[in-house]
């Protein structure tokens, strides 16, 4: 069964704001939030291609990498 796209923009939404309150903690758990923040972006980046906002598109893209780099340096 697929999503609506209205179902992934509130999942995308949601989970960028659960990744922004865990690194806000500082606390063990933070880097989790970068977890968060890819599985957000995987949203918007569909979100985008199907409602064709290439500007979200390349946001997303960028921040995708951003959150890469996150994790990278959590985990290493």
């Known amino acids: 069964m697929m999503l609506n796209i209205k179902a992934i923009e ?21 880097g989790y939030g970068f977890v968060a923040f890819i599985l957000s972006n995987i949203c918007w980046i ?8 290439h500007g979200l598109l390349t946001m997303q893209a960028g921040f995708t990498l951003t959150s890469l780099v996150g994790i990278a340096r959590w985990l290493f």
Not at 10 to 30: C, D, E, H, Y
Not at 46 to 53: E, I, L, P
């Open 10 to 30: 509130w999942i995308g939404s949601i989970l960028g704001l659960v990744g922004a309150a865990l690194l806000a903690t500082n606390s063990p758990v933070s």
């Open 46 to 53: 569909y979100y985008g291609y199907r409602t064709r906002a």
